[in-house]
């Protein structure tokens, strides 16, 4: 992967540079234009995680008067927008998904630049959340649609529809750079709302690829505006008046605070925050290598940055932490566009210091290290963010490597000596966001998925992250609103029930008909 392969018109490059260099700095995206900010003394690095190198620089927010613009057009937008008919507005999106699979290989590139992730994990990064546009291309035949009851009354009627709610904003983490933006704007836009969207300052690219696409699509301006920055520019976000709901998902840090601050300020809020995902195994467990497989792909791919990432096994009456430790010694470690490569680095510095940590303090706190993965080198990248597969064996849920989501790879494994104790484990803890049961018995995973308070649940498969038909859920600590991502729920989050109760009074028969002009 080299920098002269990714596209940069979306960069105000340096003036003898082509491609990301130090110099380059992210445009924002308005009126279907890249344009630089003026809010260029204060500067954010967006770093290549595999390097550690500067690929180019973001503004930390917009000047207020560069967003009350952004703002402003995006409610003129919004007028235009809401009355184009809901079959046109998801044509769109036929053209729309049609680019971006068109344009995967520079969207994947994007990811594994910035984010660090293997190129096929990115591949699926993009194409979970082409499955979301794929469902935004037949919204006036699904979601959208409402409820009609004819002869409520003598004379009437009475029908509900969906109306979009007006400008709507997306706040993404660094993990998912394409997936969870295409979450969020297909579906809102399609519904009729105008969107604002700020990634994650980490990993722009994607965004700004992504809003590229949109323009080509035949997107109207403003319909879709992308902003950069971060804490400052979510507070400019949470307060606007002109913003009626706002999608959230990262840290619970901020996620809880955008949740107190928007719903304050009036606006609904859906905000997926963060997790720990623990997996079941069972003595009766069917295909102890494919078990095994699965676990380790889970734990370790993308570093453990990803949301449903595997961090806890609870072994019930089995022991296979060896096995577990055999497979994930296979994995190669190093930078995400290299061939054969399994796990790539953590996104920044901090995070990695912040794993190498924890694993020292839950040692401390007395867990067995049973595979350590501090001290990886990686030839020639000396300055990247690498951490390998870790492995920890602990007996206690008061340990830090339980009690913390660590976001990197490493694995805890606890046992227990039945599946209530592991069920009541999994109860007892904070998040609630995915967990999963290894079994060959289906009255065992039947009790287990009505017994067990996580929403997300996985029956012989460690990463159940619903399909776009389905929404994403995410329960207790991992969420605040009640509305979630995608699928029904999705468009219920962008748009608003209207109910019309019509009583048209019949109209004598006799009136109706005859030669002569009607004098009232
Ligand atoms: P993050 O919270 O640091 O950043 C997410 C977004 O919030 C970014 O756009 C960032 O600019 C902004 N932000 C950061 N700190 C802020 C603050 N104090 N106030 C206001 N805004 C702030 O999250 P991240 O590190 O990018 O992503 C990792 C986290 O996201 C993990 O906790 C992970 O579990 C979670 N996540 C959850 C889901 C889910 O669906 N439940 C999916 C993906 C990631």
Same mark, same amino acid.
């Given at each position: 992967?080299?920098?002269?392969?990714?596209?940069?018109?979306?960069?105000?490059?340096?003036?003898?540079?082509?491609?990301?260099?130090?110099?380059?700095?992210?445009?924002?995206? *308005?009126?279907?234009?890249?344009?630089?900010?003026?809010?260029?003394?204060?500067?954010?690095?967006?770093?290549?995680?595999?390097?550690? %190198?500067?690929?180019?620089?973001?503004?930390?927010?917009?000047?207020?008067?560069?967003?009350?613009?952004?703002?402003?057009?995006?409610?003129?937008?919004?007028?235009?927008?809401?009355?184009?008919?809901?079959?046109?507005?998801?044509?769109?999106?036929?053209?729309?998904?049609?680019?971006?699979?068109?344009?995967?290989?520079?969207?994947?590139?994007?990811?594994?630049?910035?984010?660090? =992730?293997?190129?096929?994990?990115?591949?699926?990064?993009?194409?979970?959340?082409?499955?979301?546009?794929?469902?935004?291309?037949?919204? !006036?035949?699904?979601?959208?649609?409402?409820?009609?009851?004819?002869?409520? *009354?003598?004379?009437? %009627?009475?029908?509900?529809?969906?109306?979009?709610?007006?400008?709507?904003?997306?706040?993404?983490?660094?993990?998912?750079?394409?997936?969870?933006?295409? @979450?969020?704007?297909?579906?809102?836009?399609?519904?009729?709302?105008?969107?604002?969207?700020?990634?994650?300052?980490?990993?722009?690219?994607?965004?700004? =690829?992504?809003?590229?696409?949109?323009?080509?699509?035949?997107?109207?301006?403003?319909?879709?505006? #992308?902003?950069?920055?971060?804490?400052?520019? #979510?507070?400019?976000?949470?307060?606007? /008046?002109?913003?009626?709901?706002?999608?959230?998902?990262?840290?619970?840090?901020?996620?809880?605070?955008?949740?107190?601050?928007?719903?304050?300020?009036?606006?609904?809020?859906? !905000?997926?925050?963060?997790?720990?995902n623990?997996a079941?195994?069972?003595? %009766?467990?069917?295909?102890?290598?494919?078990?095994?497989?699965?676990? #380790?792909?889970a734990?370790?791919? !993308?570093?453990?940055?990803?949301?449903m990432?595997?961090?806890? #096994?609870?072994?019930?009456?089995?022991? @296979?932490?060896?096995?577990?430790?055999?497979?994930?010694?296979?994995?190669?470690?190093? /930078?995400?566009?290299?061939?054969?490569?399994?796990?790539?680095? &953590?996104?920044?510095?901090?995070?990695?210091?912040?794993?190498?940590?924890?694993?020292?303090?839950?040692?401390?706190?007395? !867990?067995?290290?049973?595979?350590?993965?501090?001290?990886?080198?990686?030839?020639?990248?000396?300055?990247?963010?690498?951490?390998?597969?870790?492995?920890? =064996?602990?007996?206690?849920?008061?340990?830090?490597?339980?009690?913390?989501?660590?976001?990197?790879?490493? &694995?805890?494994?606890?046992?227990?000596?039945?599946?209530?104790?592991?069920?009541?484990?999994?109860?007892?803890?904070?998040?609630?966001n995915g967990c999963a049961l290894?079994?060959?018995?289906?009255?065992?995973?039947?009790?287990?998925q009505?017994?067990?308070?996580v929403t997300q649940v996985g029956i012989n498969t460690p990463i159940p992250v619903p399909l776009?038909?389905f929404?994403f859920t995410?329960?207790?600590?991992?969420?605040?609103?009640?509305?979630?991502?995608?699928? =029904?729920?999705?468009?219920?989050?962008?748009?608003?029930?209207?109910?019309?109760?019509?009583? @048209?009074?019949?109209?004598?028969?006799? *009136?109706?008909?005859?030669?002569?002009?009607?004098?009232?």
């Open positions: 992967l080299s920098s002269s392969q990714t596209s940069t018109s979306f960069v105000l490059s340096s003036a003898d540079s082509n491609g990301f260099t130090s110099n380059s700095v992210y445009k924002y995206f *308005s009126n279907n234009e890249f344009v630089s900010s003026s809010f260029e003394d204060k500067l954010l690095q967006v770093t290549n995680p595999a390097t550690g %190198d500067v690929i180019a620089h973001v503004p930390s927010s917009l000047s207020p008067d560069e967003f009350q613009t952004v703002m402003d057009r995006a409610q003129e937008a919004f007028r235009t927008w809401r009355t184009v008919p809901p079959q046109q507005r998801q044509r769109l999106f036929l053209e729309y998904q049609r680019l971006i699979r068109q344009h995967t290989d520079e969207l994947e590139e994007l990811i594994t630049l910035e984010n660090g =992730k293997t190129l096929a994990d990115a591949r699926g990064d993009v194409f979970r959340g082409l499955e979301v546009v794929e469902t935004a291309c037949q919204i !006036a035949s699904s979601h959208l649609l409402g409820d009609s009851l004819a002869g409520v *009354s003598r004379n009437m %009627d009475c029908i509900s529809y969906r109306e979009p709610l007006g400008v709507c904003a997306g706040i993404a983490p660094f993990n998912f750079p394409a997936m969870i933006p295409l @979450w969020m704007f297909p579906l809102a836009i399609a519904a009729g709302n105008a969107f604002v969207l700020k990634p994650s300052e980490k990993t722009p690219g994607s965004s700004m =690829k992504l809003a590229q696409l949109a323009v080509e699509a035949g997107f109207p301006p403003n319909v879709l505006q #992308v902003v950069h920055g971060s804490t400052e520019m #979510v507070q400019k976000i949470c307060q606007h /008046p002109y913003i009626r709901a706002i999608s959230f998902v990262g840290s619970n840090v901020a996620g809880e605070s955008i949740y107190q601050q928007g719903t304050l300020h009036g606006k609904r809020v859906q !905000a997926n925050l963060g997790a720990k623990h079941v195994v069972l003595p %009766d467990a069917m295909n102890k290598q494919a078990v095994v497989q699965a676990l #380790v792909g734990a370790f791919g !993308a570093a453990g940055q990803r949301c990432a595997l961090s806890v #096994v609870i072994f019930v009456g089995v022991d @296979w932490v060896d096995d577990l430790k055999h497979a994930a010694r296979e994995l190669t470690v190093g /930078p995400g566009w290299e061939t054969g490569v399994d796990v790539g680095p &953590l996104i920044t510095k901090e995070s990695k210091e912040r794993v190498k940590n924890i694993i020292g303090q839950a040692v401390s706190e007395g !867990a067995e290290l049973i595979l350590d993965g501090r001290d990886v080198t990686v030839e020639g990248y000396r300055n990247g963010n690498f951490i390998g597969p870790t492995i920890l =064996k602990c007996a206690s849920t008061k340990n830090i490597c339980y009690r913390e989501e660590i976001f990197g790879p490493v &694995l805890t494994c606890l046992h227990v000596n039945t599946l209530e104790e592991a069920i009541a484990l999994i109860n007892e803890n904070p998040y609630g290894f079994t060959s018995s289906g009255s065992t995973a039947r009790y287990f009505n017994e067990v308070e776009p038909m929404s995410g329960g207790k600590a991992s969420i605040r609103g009640d509305l979630n991502f995608y699928g =029904k729920s999705g468009v219920h989050f962008y748009t608003t029930l209207k109910t019309v109760t019509s009583n @048209w009074p019949e109209i004598p028969h006799s *009136s109706l008909g005859g030669t002569t002009m009607p004098t009232m």
